[in-house]
């Protein structure tokens, strides 16, 4: 008979409840709220910097800091900014899916902690749809990015705290043991995420491209006409 990893999940889920509920059960009644409260604390501050953390992260237009600037050294500006384009491209293609991977999992496992009745899938639409906008955002308004980054998980915090269940610490367990169902869905939602993030920083490095090959013309202008009126000078 086989054991599958979902079922040594969920039983390590459940000795790790009953393991806390002993030591719940072994603290005089009237300081067991001190128990919860303290492992409420630690959850709130852990949710917090992680929102934090993801909102000023998400929000950045730039993810993968990278700067044309620099290949505008050369005899050939054009062809080594073409080139630049292609590596910052591979760049997002090689490292982006990994960081979209990781943020969006973290993220759609809070998701799940705090939801009251919403399925694995209605929370992996959530969480894709959050940070979906939140990256086309980005790349229009910083600050509306990290409000939309922001607002939305911090308001879930609020309701999942407000809420009559909040201190029952069975259903935060059952719900860690759903996540297993979280990754039977994501992939679909990771490549969505990646193909929006792709196919906007393809079409802002082209804009780049030719915004900057606008100011070399215009620089280049510049200087024949300095040069023309300084022959104009020494003629005179």
């Given at each position: 008979?086989?054991?599958?990893?979902?079922?040594?999940?969920?039983?390590?889920?459940?000795?790790?409840?009953?393991?806390?509920?002993?030591?719940?059960?072994?603290?005089?009644?009237?300081?067991?709220?001190?128990?919860?409260?303290?492992?409420?604390?630690?959850?709130i501050v852990i949710y917090a910097v992680f929102i934090w953390r993801f909102y000023r992260f998400m929000a950045e237009k730039d993810i993968i800091k990278f700067n044309l600037s620099?290949?505008?050294?050369s005899k050939h500006p054009s062809l080594e900014k073409t080139y630049a384009i292609f590596l910052n491209i591979l760049q997002y293609l090689i490292i982006l899916p990994f960081l979209v991977m990781f943020w969006f999992t973290v993220f759609s496992i809070f998701l799940l902690v705090l939801?009251?009745?919403?399925?694995?899938?209605?929370?992996?639409?959530?969480?894709?749809?959050?940070?979906?906008?939140?990256?086309?955002?980005?790349?229009?308004?910083?600050?509306?990015?990290?409000?939309?980054a922001k607002v939305f998980p911090f308001t879930v915090l609020a309701l999942f705290i407000l809420?009559?269940?909040?201190?029952?610490?069975?259903?935060?367990?059952?719900?860690?043991?759903?996540?297993?169902?979280?990754?039977?869905?994501?992939?679909?939602?990771?490549?969505?995420?990646?193909?929006i993030e792709l196919l906007l920083r393809m079409m802002y490095s082209i804009a780049a491209f030719i915004y900057s090959r606008r100011g070399e013309d215009v620089e280049s202008e510049e200087k024949v006409l300095v040069k023309k009126?300084?022959?104009?000078?020494?003629i005179n």
């Open positions: 008979m086989t054991i599958s990893p979902t079922s040594i999940y969920e039983s390590m889920v459940q000795g790790f409840a009953n393991f806390f509920q002993n030591i719940v059960n072994s603290v005089p009644e009237k300081q067991r709220v001190l128990v919860s409260l303290f492992l409420y604390t630690i959850f620099q290949y505008n050294r939801s009251k009745s919403q399925s694995t899938y209605q929370i992996l639409l959530i969480s894709a749809a959050i940070i979906a906008s939140t990256r086309v955002t980005a790349y229009l308004s910083g600050g509306l990015s990290r409000d939309l809420d009559p269940e909040f201190f029952n610490v069975s259903i935060i367990f059952d719900k860690f043991a759903q996540i297993p169902e979280l990754f039977s869905n994501i992939l679909i939602f990771v490549v969505f995420i990646f193909g009126n300084n022959v104009k000078e020494k």
